[in-house]
């Protein structure tokens, strides 16, 4: 098969004209890309049947500003079976006053079987302290915990003389503050 030179030649536009055209293009794709200047069609939602008005439930009481408080995330986990009872014991969330007008909180997080443990303390208004929570470990020996020293300064050694009580010595800066606790929660 044999191809014909074509007849048909191509011109040129002259320069003004493509920059015309290159011109009206540019605008034509910019006004296509905007948002229209309309508001979308809003459907009417379908009703709903009227509903029982739900229980009162009593909300929680506000925890003073100047009281112990955890941070609401604080979770116990249980001891794991091999855990000997007399550590096991320590387990839990704990509250109470030292002398008789400082609120604290102690919540025992875990517990090994060596006796090791993590916790977790809230202190409200201590002397010159405002109210704050530190996170440390510790270990039990006999009916005693002691735990390392909090990022706070503070030493804290807690005696379980009955099961369900606590004796907290917690010692600040030279101070030393003593105290009953009550399991609050497992």
């Known amino acids: 098969m044999a191809f014909k030179r074509s007849s048909v030649r191509f011109r040129l536009a002259p320069p003004n004209s493509l920059l015309a055209m290159l011109g009206f293009s540019a605008f034509a794709l910019v006004a296509c890309q905007s948002t229209p200047d309309t508001q979308p069609v809003a459907y009417p939602q379908p009703v709903a049947e009227p509903q029982?008005?739900?229980?009162?439930v009593a909300a929680?009481?506000?925890?003073?500003?100047?009281?112990?408080?955890?941070?609401?995330?604080v979770a116990v986990v249980p001891p794991a079976k091999g855990v000997p009872a007399k550590y096991a014991a320590f387990s839990g969330i704990w509250a109470g006053q030292l002398n008789g007008m400082y609120d604290g909180k102690l919540a025992v997080l875990t517990v090994s079987q060596g006796g090791q443990v993590t916790v977790s303390y809230a202190w409200g208004d201590l002397a010159d302290n405002k109210p704050g929570v530190a996170d440390g470990s510790g270990r039990i020996a006999g009916n005693t915990l002691k735990l390392g020293r909090l990022p706070n300064g503070a030493d804290i050694t807690a005696t379980m003389p009955s099961p369900g009580t606590l004796s907290v010595t917690y010692a600040l800066a030279g101070q030393t503050y003593t105290g009953a606790f009550v399991r609050v929660s497992q």
């Open 52 to 56: 029982p008005a739900p229980t009162a």
């Open 60 to 73: 929680p009481a506000p925890v003073p500003s100047n009281s112990a408080a955890l941070d609401q995330t």
